[in-house]
């Protein structure tokens, strides 16, 4: 009894240095993640810079100041809201690592969050938890290393091989992405048929009901968060009664 007692008091303690060593390991990857992402971002934003501040100020072709000014206002007032909703929106499926890879490399909404949400969907992980956020960050770096490549060919060739297209085929290139959508809301609503309700519903109402265009995707998404997590509270109290 004694030696069983003894045998078990080990077992614990190595499970819980097995959880500790793991949550450290985790904290790790996301100090590294933080410290590169922000490095990348921020390096990112110089290399973008330097274009335009070379071609004003040195070959001197600077448009005015008001020029710039007016413009970024005029762009700000349709996207600026976006700045805030989309990280906010995308982070619970992204993570803070995929969060950094996916505003690096762009095409959030039609590669990189599709990718996270279905690697995510295939192998089980939850969005939200570490094995979501590793997941997720692991798919959109393959995703985007994918569309790296696919680029090139694009970038050289694809001008030619799109002229040698019917036009209907051509025309059909604009269903791609509610295509994506479709899939990924395929793959919640398999495992939970009310959610993909929720979310079609949500998404007719914010594109043919009276919502401004800036607040579609962030009421969209917003709403069928909250629905979904007031539909799976009420599930679980009825369940305990």
């Given at each position: ?31 590294k ?70 505003f ?51 970038v050289?060739?694809g001008?030619?091989?799109i ?31 009310v ?37 799976e509270?009420?599930?679980?109290q009825?369940?305990?009664?």
């Open positions: 009894m004694s030696y069983s007692n003894e045998a078990r008091n080990i077992g614990m303690k190595e499970g819980k240095e097995a959880v500790n060593s793991e949550m450290m390991d985790f904290d790790r990857f996301q100090a993640a933080h410290f590169w992402g922000r490095l990348s971002i921020w390096a990112v934003i110089i290399l973008t810079l330097m274009v335009p501040l070379y071609l004003s100020f040195v070959l001197g072709f600077h448009p005015g100041w008001t020029v710039i000014i007016s413009g970024f206002a005029a762009y700000a007032s349709i996207i600026a809201l976006v700045w805030v909703i989309e990280p906010i929106s995308y982070y619970p499926v992204l993570g803070a690592s995929g969060t950094y890879l996916a690096l490399t762009g095409n959030i909404g039609n590669m990189c969050l599709p990718s996270a949400s279905v690697a995510q969907s295939v192998i089980g992980a939850e969005p939200g938890t570490k094995k979501g956020e590793i997941t997720a960050s692991l798919a959109i770096a393959t995703a985007s290393l994918v569309n790296i490549l696919i680029l090139i060919f694009v050289l060739g001008s030619y091989l002229s040698l297209m019917p036009e209907s085929v051509v025309n059909s290139f604009r269903f791609v992405l509610p295509a994506i959508f479709g899939g990924v809301i395929a793959q919640f609503a398999i495992q939970k048929p959610w993909g309700i929720v979310g079609i519903a949500f998404g007719l109402f914010v594109n043919l009901g009276p919502v401004p265009r800036t607040l579609q995707t962030f009421l969209c998404i917003l709403g069928t968060v909250v629905v979904c997590m007031l539909l509270k009420l599930k679980r009825k369940e305990v009664k």
